[in-house]
């Protein structure tokens, strides 16, 4: 069993910004996709940020510039720093821990981020 547990989000105004942790923790001790994934209000879920464990980062065009991904892999661990955060960034976001290429993954429980105009 495998758990993600994240924390950082709350309630923000509009050009601040906010970091968001998640922790894996379970009977998987390694993991070769960390990601990122949001949903607002009324949208699907989509994909914010991944960072593979030995590659290159990828970022949605809505954020490039502005947020950025990084893993501690001894702690299994994931963070997503958010500046100059926007309204249209109001989400739900989702951490996601895939252990091998092309296999399933595990989903955090969410955390909710709110940019105040």
Known sequence: QVQL???GGGLVQAGGSLRLSCAASGSI???NDMGWYRQAPGKQRELVAVIPSGGSTNYADSVKGRFTISRDNAKNTVYLQMNSLKPE???????????LPGT??????????????
Do not use: I, K, L, M
């Not at 960034?89 to 252990?99: H, I």
């Open 104 to 117: 399933g993954s595990y989903w955090g429980q969410g955390t909710q981020v709110t940019v105040s105009s």
């Open 89 to 99: 960034d109001t989400a739900v976001y989702y951490c996601n821990a895939r252990p």
């Open 29 to 31: 001790f390694s993991f």
């Open 5 to 7: 547990v994240e924390s």
